[in-house]
């Protein structure tokens, strides 16, 4: 059985590679949950597995920076990044603090959730959608 520190440290590496198919092998098959501010709460591996591997995978323009050593304590880990646009001539530019936190018990991510302000995201939404033409204008 993976120990919390392992899960910690397995969960990190394969954020930052953005290996969702690892990541999501860390989940509990069935009782797991990730909470997203955009796309709900999804329960079960395969659900968590399938938001990841679709939006995420199309969300390659989305970077973080780890802005503090994750702190793990006890069953909990927290982590804190900056999360970041990629423009397409490869500078970034900062959208919003983001803290991520997992629970786990008996060698299994449990519960994850991220917390981050939405507002930063939905402008560029609304932006993109203003110049494709898709989408009401922001308001």
């Not at 796309?39 to 995978?57: A, N, P, Y």
């Not at 917390?115 to 402008?123: A, M, N, S, V």
Request: aromatic content about 12%; some cysteine.
């Amino acid at each position: 059985m993976r120990t919390n520190q392992e899960l910690s440290r397995l969960s990190a590496e394969r954020n930052r590679a953005q290996d969702w198919h690892g990541y999501c092998e860390l989940f509990h098959p069935t009782e797991s949950v990730y909470i997203d501010p955009f796309f709900g709460e999804l329960k079960g591996q395969d659900k968590i597995r399938t938001w990841f591997t679709s939006v995420m995978s199309e969300a390659r323009r989305v970077a973080f920076d780890v802005l503090f050593e994750p702190t793990l304590c006890g069953d909990t880990v927290v982590v804190e990044s900056l999360m970041k646009a990629v423009n397409s001539d490869g500078t970034a530019t900062a959208l919003a603090r983001f803290c991520h936190v997992e629970r786990y018990r008996n060698g299994w991510i449990v519960y994850a959730a991220d917390y981050y302000d939405t507002h930063p995201l939905r402008q560029q939404l609304a932006r993109a959608s203003q110049r494709t033409g898709i989408g009401p204008p922001p308001g």
